[in-house]
């Protein structure tokens, strides 16, 4: 907002909040002064028609009293009293009209007697009529007085005194007085307006409000029996003998006006004389009026000369403040000069001032300026000499980074394209890389390992579910124990809680013989498992299968060669004894099979017992015992004393003995030498089985572990074998971490060692078990 | 001669056929009184029957649904009154979980069926039963 618009405005509102007050004082103040005039003015009216009225009735009583005290007259009631005729009645008649007619006002004058009853009237068919019970009768025997009446509805008034003859009341005097001047005084409205009126009213028996004469607004008149406690209150008022002043009340319309009250004292008359207020204060109305439309003239004026006002005072502002742009633009010429002796004036003319400083500075800086860019051309010659000389380092530098960055390039270019996930990570676990491969398996997405541990990314846990914390990570004990993990199993976290198994490589990155990171690689083989869980129920459902029908050849077999089935010759024994050989050797192929099945999958279990190896040794040694003697071979065996027992895998110990000896058995030529020594040595127990055989053609050596090979002088000697043996053996070898090699000279005889670890065989959990 | 009296009674359950022939007539021929099962069911209905059965010759896969690890379980219960019959398993099905199972419940020994004759089965047979085998 502008400070003009500003100044303006506080103005305007300023004198429109001081011109709101003025008017609604005013307002105020002269609805009081209007109401008090009002209300003093029908006061003085409403005691002027009372003192009228009273005035009125008691002229009336004075003629009545006039009538009753006539000396002729009392002469003859007294005549007729003593002895009345219809003679003396007729006279008593006539002097009664002739009354009656010297006042204008009365209608009918009668005489009551004492008994209550008329006995002359100007009207004769008033004579005999009794009136004992009414006021004007009761009252009139002692004293003169006006009463009005209440005839259901109709309503009169009358005058009353007593004939006294000889200072007794012989009869009452009663005159009907005509309301017509009553009528007059009471609704004469000069100078009233249009609502003002007088309203009277008086009291009959019965206790009720009756108004003898008609008011202004009868026909809005609300029947006494619907009125409210608050309406007519003023006649109410005035009935009790108050004379007051109501400022504002409810009248018989239960409309609100200002009325003043007065009691008739003679005739017991309530007399209230009242305005509308909306007419009484109909004037002040228009006083509002028009004072509204001189506000607005006034405001419109104001606001003029506010702006006017204003406009004085913001013009230097403007000035100053355009001179100031121009300056700041640059032009440092220009002068404000704003004339005034103000203290915008005062601010222009030091504004101007400091436009001429600048200009003054500024050359000076100008002249610095100068000096010390030739100064610094000066040493800029020196340094491009030095630049050149750093820029050759620089390009050495360069040549270098280069070559860490192909290098670096490649490195991640190779780790992102391995399917397998790979996570590279810092000694604390912050995560240095992350390949494409493992951000799809983890299903992160485009995740931002900026400052991420691998714990925050990655959860692991074990087989049962149980979380592996940061310190027992295959990451983190490869940090503790400097050597890398391969193949482990375990279970991943994906990002949406999912998990999956997976096989796990951690290596140690080493930078100058220091651990700096490690490097893991792992695989999803969930569908690795489910394959081989499938292959492995093939095999054993297969297995079975094909053992049953070569247990009934072997059984049939049996029966015939036992006789069973009846005597057989030597040849029919011989060649049963062909089919009974082969069926055996079928029976040991799929036993050999299905455990080369389970071996290769890696997932078989071993669960080592203490166990004695000489002890398992020698039972093996008992069973091949027959073999022994039937080629008769020399059987020799060395344990060495210190052996102790250690955790091994029975079934897993036994199948190595049973393979080697076996083999050692199977391959030396009658009378020949057979070997077997257990002893410890530095990497644990030693297993050595040394025969004197047919050894094995160096050129066949190679291939002497592969499934199912067999050499030519193996099959030449002896048509069994499954060429399953050695690479059973060498399988599990290899999985309880040992180690298996030979020597062997052909026809000299083969030499097999068996290296167990020290430890023994570690549990290694799975589902699969040898036969 | 073995007078009928005195012969045991062998109850051979296997679902093969062939296998079930071979059995019974080594073992009639040695000397025992054979009756055969190809069902646990079955089996079951000759011992409540009242046969007087001396031995079980049991193989593991049969016809239906039950297996002789069921057999096994309801002969060898607690308060069975065939519980000190003796039970022989004879099966291919050689994993040691099922091995150990059938030795748990009571079997008096397991044999892979490929790798035996009939001929050690049935003398281990006569040496529990302590009946007189017929040796050829």
């Excluded at chain 1, 029908?549 to 010759?569: F, H, Q, R, V």
């Amino acid at each position: 907002m502008k400070i003009r618009n500003k100044i303006t405005t506080i103005f305007i509102v300023q004198f429109a909040i001081g011109l709101i007050a003025v008017g609604l004082w005013m307002g105020h103040s002269a609805t009081g002064v209007i109401n008090k005039n009002v209300s003093n003015q029908l006061a003085s009216v409403a005691q002027a028609r009372a003192s009228h009225l009273n005035t009125y009735f008691e002229q009336n009583i004075e003629r009545l009293r006039l009538i009753t005290s006539r000396t002729v007259l009392k002469q003859r009631i007294g005549e007729y009293l003593q002895a009345p005729s219809a003679e003396k009645q007729a006279v008593l008649d006539s002097m009664l009209n002739d009354s009656k007619n010297s006042v204008k006002e009365y209608e009918r004058v009668s005489m009551v007697g004492l008994d209550g009853k008329a006995f002359a009237s100007t009207n004769d068919e008033y004579i005999g009529k009794d009136v004992g019970d009414y006021d004007f009768f009761l009252k009139g025997l002692e004293t003169e007085g006006v009463y009005f009446v209440d005839y259901d509805g109709v309503w009169e008034l009358f005058a009353s005194g007593p004939v006294v003859i000889d200072g007794k009341t012989v009869a009452v005097g009663v005159a009907i007085v005509s309301l017509d001047t009553l009528k007059s005084i009471v609704q004469d409205r000069t100078g009233f307006g249009k609502t003002g009126e007088v309203i009277t009213a008086f009291q009959n028996a019965q206790g009720e409000r009756v108004y003898p004469i008609e008011r202004l607004f009868e026909n809005d008149a609300i029947p006494i029996a619907q009125q409210s406690e608050q309406t007519a209150l003023p006649i109410k008022e005035a009935l009790t003998g108050q004379s007051s002043i109501f400022t504002n009340v409810l009248d018989y319309r239960n409309k609100s006006v200002i009325a003043a009250t007065q009691y008739v004292t003679i005739a017991r008359l309530g007399l209230v004389a009242k305005m509308d207020i909306s007419e009484a204060l109909a004037e002040m109305y228009q006083l509002e009026f028009y004072f509204f439309i001189i506000g607005i003239i006034l405001l419109i004026l104001f606001y003029f000369l506010s702006y006017f006002l204003a406009r004085s005072i913001t013009n230097p502002i403007v000035k100053l403040q355009t001179g100031a742009k121009i300056v700041g633009s640059g032009d440092l010429e220009y002068k404000v000069a704003v004339d005034s002796k103000d203290e915008v004036g005062e601010l222009s003319r030091e504004f101007d001032q400091m436009t001429v400083q600048i200009k003054k500075s500024r050359a000076e800086i100008d002249q610095k300026v100068k000096k010390q860019t030739q100064e610094i051309i000066a040493k800029q010659t020196d340094m491009a000499d030095q630049q050149k000389a750093i820029l050759n380092i620089l390009e050495d530098i360069d040549d270098e980074k280069r070559n860490i960055a192909e290098a670096r390039a490649k490195d991640e270019a190779i780790l992102s394209s391995i399917g397998d996930g790979v996570i590279v990570a810092d000694k604390l676990g912050g995560i240095l890389f992350i390949n494409h491969a493992a951000l799809d398996i983890l299903k992160l997405g485009n995740v931002d390992i900026t400052n991420k541990k691998v714990t925050d990314l990655v959860e692991m846990e074990k087989e049962d579910g149980t979380k592996i914390a940061f310190g027992d990570r295959p990451m983190t004990r490869v940090i503790e124990n400097k050597k890398p993990i391969y193949g482990m199993l375990y279970y991943y976290l994906r990002s949406d809680k999912t998990k999956f198994p997976a096989s796990v490589t951690v290596a140690p990155v080493y930078l100058d013989k220091e651990i700096i990171g490690v490097i893991e690689v792992f695989r999803d083989v969930s569908r690795e498992r489910d394959i081989d869980k499938a292959k492995s129920e093939f095999v054993s459902l297969a297995s079975h299968q094909l053992r049953t029908p070569l247990s009934t050849i072997n059984w049939y077999t049996e029966m015939l060669l036992n006789g069973d089935a009846g005597p057989m010759n030597e040849e029919q024994k011989k060649f049963l004894d062909e089919i009974y050989h082969g069926n055996q050797r079928m029976v040991a192929l799929v036993s050999a099979l299905l455990n080369v099945s389970r071996l290769e999958l890696g997932t078989f279990a071993i669960e080592p017992e203490e166990k004695s190896i000489t002890e398992i040794a020698d039972i093996v040694i008992k069973e091949l015992q027959p073999q022994i003697k039937t080629k008769n071979l020399k059987f020799e065996n060395y344990y060495s004393k210190d052996l102790k027992s250690m955790p091994l895998d029975p079934k897993l110990t036994d199948m190595i003995f049973l393979n080697l000896l076996s083999n050692a058995v199977k391959y030396t030529p009658e009378g020949g030498q057979v070997k077997l020594s257990i002893e410890t040595n530095r990497a644990g127990v030693l297993i050595t089985v040394i025969d004197t055989g047919y050894g094995i053609p160096q050129e066949q050596q190679k291939h002497i572990f592969t499934k199912l090979f067999r050499t030519d002088n193996a099959r030449e000697h002896d048509a069994d074998g499954t060429g399953l043996g050695l690479y059973i053996i060498k399988l599990i070898v290899d999985n309880i971490g040992g180690k298996i090699w030979f020597e062997s000279v052909e026809d000299k005889g083969t030499t097999f060692f068996v290296q167990i670890p020290p430890n023994g065989m570690k549990q290694k959990s799975g589902n699969k078990h040898l036969d | 001669m073995i007078s009928t009296l005195d012969k045991k009674v062998i109850l051979v359950v296997e679902d093969e056929r062939a296998l079930s022939d071979a059995i019974k007539a080594k073992l009639t021929k040695t000397g025992f009184d054979v009756v055969t099962a190809r069902a646990v069911t079955q089996a079951l209905q000759y011992l409540v029957e009242g046969v007087a059965i001396d031995a079980i010759w049991l193989d593991h896969y049969l016809l239906g649904k039950e297996n002789g690890l069921d057999l096994i379980a309801q002969v060898k219960e607690d308060g069975s009154k065939w519980k000190n019959v003796p039970i022989f398993v004879v099966s291919n099905t050689v994993s040691p979980e099922k091995v150990q199972s059938y030795l748990r419940l009571g079997a008096n020994k397991y044999y892979t069926k490929s790798n035996f004759k009939l001929e050690e089965i049935i003398n281990d047979i006569c040496a529990t039963l302590k009946g007189i085998c017929h040796k050829d």
